[in-house]
């Protein structure tokens, strides 16, 4: 029994969710025309027996006076109804002849005796042998007289059949069109839930190990109710999430790639230098003294080179893991002596260069790194001084802002153009990609600038427009360490 239930159970599931409602709406549709059956069957015999019995006392009241007039009834009654006139003066109930009785009379003289030793009239429902199934009614005629009147309910009954009948009939034609018409509307209904399925397989089976993978699925079919709604809607965002979270992943392997090729780029000039100086030392040991010393200051600057190269890419790696011991080390010190030291390198460096700077009678006291931030704003420096022509005014401002303090790195010079202000900030990125290497730097600066004001809690954000560039460092007065 165990393994039936369990095997109906098993194939229920696997059934499809639409025929699974249609069979649970026809099962509960049955029982509740079950109930509905069922109480209408009772009160519909209720209803004619109580119907019948009224019949059976106006009966009964026009032969009580027959039966008082000529000692028996008479007046014949209804087909099939029997009416009989019992004397129970002696504590026995005597049938009078002529009677209209069956042919078993135990049910009418019993119940005239209980009539007898009763003070009201008394009705019972008995099955009278041969006849069937009798409604009873006794009354008394005059004292030590009781009439006894039988109704078939054999007309009840078979009205309440043809009941039963009907509503069977009508029930499973119900049924079965509820099942029918219902599975059909509930299909229609769980379509939308359908066409998600067909986009989950469509999506299933798209290719996302693409670099540039795109999800090209979408469930766009209306209908379905609020719920669907909300169910479509949800699984649309959650697309668009994957969406954006593959175009992010192959935006980030682009650019892992691009960083590689950029850096073994970057890596590849120093290290070919340094082998073909190593190779005239090699070839050309009796050079002179003085062209061997040229050699190898040549040596020791693509050294030096690569070493700042690896440096920046070091320190940039360290901020991106997050390390638990940041490559920062904290300290309070006044933001306008490091804008000023700064302002006196470059000015010691590009004397051809006019610097405005502004920092105000006031010292700003932060909490950060002295070498980081003065690395930062040596980049941003250096940065308008290859950027520009010679003679380009450059200006340092600081100045407080609501909760930050902000150092204003501007320059007049053409500026940056728009097709590349959004990737200044990108390593290994250069405006003029025909601007030599020695003149132009690794394309680190303003990537490594950025990276440690972040890392600082504070932000780098590029200005300006068309003949001005502007970069503006904001740093919070409340230190993130």
């Known amino acids: 029994m165990s393994r039936e239930v369990h095997g109906l159970r098993h194939a229920h599931r696997r059934l499809r969710l639409g025929t699974r409602l249609a069979l649970g709406l026809g099962a509960l549709s049955l029982v509740v025309f079950a109930v509905v059956g069922t109480a209408l069957t009772m009160y519909m015999r209720d209803y004619l027996q109580q119907q019948l019995a009224q019949q059976l006392k106006l009966v009964q009241t026009v032969q009580t006076k027959d039966a008082f007039t000529h000692g028996t009834v008479r007046r014949k009654p209804y087909y099939g109804w029997y009416t009989a006139v ?42 009278i042998s041969g006849e069937g199934t009798y409604r009873l009614r006794a009354c008394e005629v005059e004292p030590g007289v009781v009439l006894v009147s039988a109704a078939p309910l054999a007309d009840v009954e078979g009205t309440v059949r043809r009941l039963v009948v009907v509503q069977v009939v009508a029930f499973a034609l119900a049924l079965l069109a509820l099942v029918v018409f219902g599975r059909k509307m509930l299909r229609r209904g769980l379509q939308p839930l359908s066409d998600m399925a067909t986009t989950a397989h469509g999506i299933a089976s798209h290719d996302l190990t693409e670099s540039a993978a795109r999800l090209p699925l979408r469930a766009d079919a209306p209908g379905g109710g609020p719920e669907v709604e909300e ?16 175009a992010v992943r192959a935006e980030a392997e682009q650019r892992l790639r691009r960083f590689v090729a950029d850096a073994s780029h970057e890596l590849r000039t120093p290290l070919m230098s340094v082998r073909g100086y190593a190779d005239l030392f090699q070839y050309a ?48 010190a006044d933001l306008t002596e490091l804008v000023r030291e700064a302002a006196d390198a470059f000015r010691a460096g590009h004397p051809d260069r006019p610097l405005t700077v502004g920092t105000g009678p006031e010292a700003v006291k932060l909490r950060l790194d002295p070498l980081r931030i003065r690395q930062v704003l040596d980049n941003l420096l250096t940065n308008a001084a290859v950027h520009t022509p010679a003679g380009t ?89």
Do not use: C
């Open 285 to 332: 040991a009796a050079n002179e003294p003085a062209e061997r010393d040229r050699h190898l200051a040549r040596l020791r600057a693509e050294a030096a080179r690569m070493g700042v190269l690896l440096d920046d890419l070091l320190l940039l790696a360290r901020l991106d893991a997050a390390e638990v011991e940041a490559p920062l080390r904290p300290a309070d």
């Open 393 to 481: 005014e450059v200006s340092v401002m600081v100045f407080r802002e609501a909760g930050t303090v902000a150092v204003r790195v501007s320059d007049s010079g053409p500026g940056i153009p728009a097709a590349d202000r959004a990737r200044v900030f990108d390593r290994f990125y250069r405006v003029d990609k025909a601007r030599s290497r020695d003149r132009g730097g690794s394309g680190l600066g303003l990537s490594v600038a950025r990276a440690l004001v972040e890392a600082h809690g504070g932000t780098l954000a590029l200005g300006g427009g068309e003949g001005a560039t502007v970069f503006t460092v904001r740093l919070p007065v409340a230190a993130p360490f």
């Open 231 to 246: 169910l479509r809607t949800a699984f649309n965002t959650m697309l668009e999430h994957i969406d954006a979270s593959l």
């Open 86 to 127: 019992y004397d129970v003066s002696g504590g026995s109930a005597v049938l009078r002849r002529p009677a209209d009785v069956p042919d078993d009379t135990r049910a009418l003289t019993a119940l005239a005796e209980a009539r007898a030793h009763s003070g009201t009239e008394v009705s019972r429902t008995a099955d």
